[in-house]
């Protein structure tokens, strides 16, 4: 299973640099993170590749001097309060990359691509939004300027027991909620030893 999800990982980004008039990504000020432009092969195979109970997306972020690292942390709501529960960082140069999650019943996945591979991180953590009376899912959804030290809200998955949800991405540590799941990513200008 994993291997084909490595297969399909591949092709979709394969797809957007082979097909044939494939949208091109907005001329932006950098750096920058936005979610990612896919041709209409590649974001008919993400459709397949996400199924009910898996959300799986992608971001796109271009850095320069002075950024130096990356850390991107997921957040789980229990007992009433946020807390980090993953965590993947690292040094990286100037230049275009590209980050995915996949958030699955069992736990979920964090990607970092570069123009030299990529690492999958799988953490078996889930969250269990099933006994919610009410869902809210919501994702960055237009290209946001990168500043060094300002932690940027990318993706958040919550439920609430009482019936009723509401809240904003950018502020997910005061929506009132049973249950949830959310990721951040934080850029520096100072390497990580």
């Known amino acids: 299973m994993k291997k084909r999800f490595a297969a399909l990982l591949c092709l979709l980004f394969l797809f957007p640099l082979a097909a044939c008039g494939a949208q091109e990504a907005p001329s932006e000020p950098t ?60 040094n990286i140069e100037p230049g ?39 869902t809210f899912s919501t994702q960055l959804g237009d290209s946001q300027e990168i500043v060094c030290g300002e932690e940027i809200p990318l993706l958040l998955k919550a439920g609430s027991a009482s019936g009723s949800i509401a809240g904003s991405l950018e502020d997910f540590r005061s929506i009132d909620c049973t249950a949830g799941l959310a990721v951040t990513v934080t850029f520096s200008d100072t390497p990580i030893d």
């Not at 691509?113 to 099933?130: E, F, K, R, W």
């Open 31 to 90: 750096p920058t993170i936005r979610p990612a432009v896919f041709s209409e092969d590649a974001q008919a195979l993400l459709e397949l590749l996400n199924g009910k109970e898996e959300a799986l997306v992608f971001f796109d972020y271009t850095v320069e001097a002075p950024i130096q690292s990356v850390s991107t942390e997921v957040w789980k709501y229990e007992d009433g309060t946020w807390n980090q529960s993953g965590h993947v960082f690292g």
């Open 96 to 134: 275009e990359y590209s980050m995915g999650f996949r958030f699955t019943p069992s736990g979920y996945e964090i990607f970092d691509i570069s123009d030299t591979g990529h690492n999958t991180y799988t953490y078996q953590d889930s969250v269990d939004l099933d006994g919610c009376a009410a």
